[in-house]
């Protein structure tokens, strides 16, 4: 591709959010058209100038026609590697990059991006994005009646500092705390946590299709799940196993499921499917997960109950309707 293929911006030195364009007039996504929302940690987008690496020249052109080929409407990703906050803008692919780092003089270890597809920013559909951290950022998508704020996440993995951890939450929490009840919330990062099977103990959190074993980074997330009444909708649809495994171990060579999407409980069924790509490919040892969400306000069935008989007690001032209620209760009638 021709290098004029990309279009570069950056917010140097700041940490406040950066305006990635929308109209005065409020549009909103249709709520027919489900969107597809993914995450996917792509361990860089830092170009390599190295010769001898097998990686491409430029990591966000790959990564957007892979995004494109999986007909990937926003995708949350990790690892990106890039400092400070910015947007790069693929024109080929179709795709804009807003990303999130650490500062210019801080250790680069992690890095999180959101890549939408750019007529989506340009027809008005999505805020500007967010940035917290190198591990969090958000937007925000607009439906009909509603809002959907799409949080990128990175935890810390399983032998990071408990102090760490906790941290990010921490941070975590207060950003999904800060939504709007009736808005919705869609959680989509590598949370580097088994959270197992355990339907019987996790009802409302893991569905009846889970995979693997708990281990201590998997409870703090159910525990979090618990806290603010989210469902993690990888295990709420029954497939094969290998379209559920997102990371195999470099070693035992065993697979796990590391990478989620999570959505507020009473939102839940706005999630039509949730599964693997197994044919996304970027030089990562993860898989991409896609799920296809609808974007509008999920209506509450109750029972249908019968109602109870209501009598007007008035008309038995009458005389004549008096004795005639008499009768029937009488008669077993009523």
């Known amino acids: 591709m021709a290098h004029s293929s990309l279009f570069c911006l950056a917010n140097r030195g700041q940490r406040n959010p950066l305006f990635c364009g929308r109209n005065n007039k409020r549009n909103c996504v249709n709520k027919s058209k489900p969107l597809h929302i993914a995450t996917w940690n792509i361990r860089t987008l830092l170009n390599s100038k ?50 999130s780092g650490c500062d210019e003089n801080d250790a680069n270890h992690y890095g999180v991006a959101i890549a939408v597809r750019t007529d989506l920013i340009k027809k008005g559909l999505i805020s500007e994005p967010t940035c917290y951290n190198d591990r969090l950022m958000t937007i925000q998508v607009y439906g009909e009646n509603s809002k959907t704020t799409i949080i990128c996440c990175y935890a810390p993995t399983l032998t990071a500092p408990e102090p760490i951890k906790e941290l990010f939450y921490e941070h975590l929490g207060r950003i999904v705390g800060n939504v709007t009840k009736g808005d919705n919330i869609i959680i989509a990062g590598d949370m580097n946590a088994r959270i ?139």
């Open 50 to 99: 190295d010769p001898r690496s097998i990686t491409v020249e430029r990591r966000t052109a790959v990564i957007g026609k892979e995004l494109k080929r999986c007909n990937i409407d926003i995708a949350s990703l990790q690892e990106t590697h890039l400092k400070e906050c910015g947007k790069l803008i693929e024109q080929d692919a179709g795709y804009t990059f807003m990303y």
């Open 196 to 334: 197992g099977r355990s339907n019987c103990l996790w009802e409302n959190i893991i569905g009846k299709h889970g995979v693997g074993q708990q281990n201590a980074n998997g409870l703090q997330l159910l525990q979090f799940c618990s806290q603010y009444n989210l469902r993690v909708m990888n295990t709420f649809f029954q497939q094969k196993n290998i379209h559920k495994y997102t990371w195999q171990h470099p070693r035992s060579k065993q697979w796990h499921l590391l990478d989620y999407i999570i959505v507020r409980s009473h939102r839940s069924k706005n999630v039509l499917r949730c599964k693997v790509m197994r044919s996304a490919q970027c030089e990562t040892d993860h898989r991409l997960v896609r799920a296809a969400i609808r974007f509008t306000r999920t209506i509450r069935k109750y029972a249908n109950t019968k109602k109870p008989t209501v009598f007007d007690v008035r008309q038995l001032q009458d005389q004549d309707t008096r004795q005639r209620f008499q009768n029937k209760l009488e008669s077993q009638e009523l």
